[in-house]
């Protein structure tokens, strides 16, 4: 059982560069989610999903574009990267869309934008 | 609005205990907390409903007080498979589907 995969596992882009960072998960889940951590920053919400054909923004979604349209694959793409978009990113799942379930995360992509 | 953690950051000798806060400004609905070891990616632990539930997980457990709207993580005799950076979740209402991270709590074991 895979769980959550990510790919590329590193990346790095120059500015203006446009990439996809790709998430595939296996278990079934409704709910995914894409996160990015910078240091002393936590986790913080960049865009999620509550099915196929169902997104939302989270907290910091600028700069960034999501689509779902299959349960198993919620890519993340970068329009025109900066280097304020360097960060590592992680893919998220639940099984729950309720949000009472908890999140397996994949094990994430480090993105360098020069 | 991230919730606050403290302390940032906490040593410990392997068998002491340690106390880890997560507050809101917002009413909660429920708290997560996962932990994270270095290069790797954060871990489920537990999550706490409102209603000032209580929980375990092996020598570590949470306590969420609605009132106070804080939730506090216990480690108790802690291990040296304890180090790693713990983050606490929250679900202050609105969507369900938005879990906001805090900046996580460094804990370091030592031997």
């Known amino acids: 059982n895979a769980g959550v995969t990510q790919t590329p596992k590193f990346q790095v882009l120059k500015t203006g560069q446009s990439m996809t960072l790709q998430c595939a998960q296996d278990?079934?889940?409704?709910?995914m989610s894409w996160y990015r951590q910078d240091p002393g920053m936590g986790l913080r919400l960049i865009h999620y999903?509550?099915?196929?054909?169902?997104?939302d923004q989270g907290e910091v979604p600028n700069g960034y574009n999501v689509s779902r349209s299959t349960t198993e694959d919620f890519p993340l793409r970068l329009l025109s990267a900066a280097p304020s978009q360097t960060s590592v990113y992680f893919c998220?799942?639940?099984?729950?869309?309720?949000?009472?379930?908890?999140?397996?995360f994949g094990e994430g992509s480090r993105l360098t934008v020069l | 609005q991230q919730p606050v953690q403290s302390p940032q950051a906490v040593i410990l000798r392997e068998g002491e205990d340690a106390v880890i806060n997560c507050s809101s400004s917002k009413a909660l609905y429920s708290v997560h907390w996962y932990r994270q070891k270095h290069g790797e990616a954060p871990v489920f632990l537990m999550i706490?409903?409102?209603?000032?539930e209580q929980k375990g997980h092996e020598k570590i457990s949470a306590s969420f007080n609605e009132k106070k709207q804080q939730s506090s993580l216990y480690l108790t005799a802690s291990q040296l498979s304890y180090s790693g950076t713990y983050f606490c979740g929250i679900n202050s209402g609105g969507s369900n589907y938005k879990l906001t991270f805090g900046k996580g709590t460094l804990l370091t074991v030592n031997p």
């Open positions: 998220a799942s639940s099984y729950s869309s309720s949000f009472y379930g908890e999140l397996f």
């Open positions: 278990m079934n889940h409704e709910y």
């Open positions: 706490l409903l409102k209603g000032g």
């Open positions: 999903s509550v099915g196929a054909g169902i997104t």
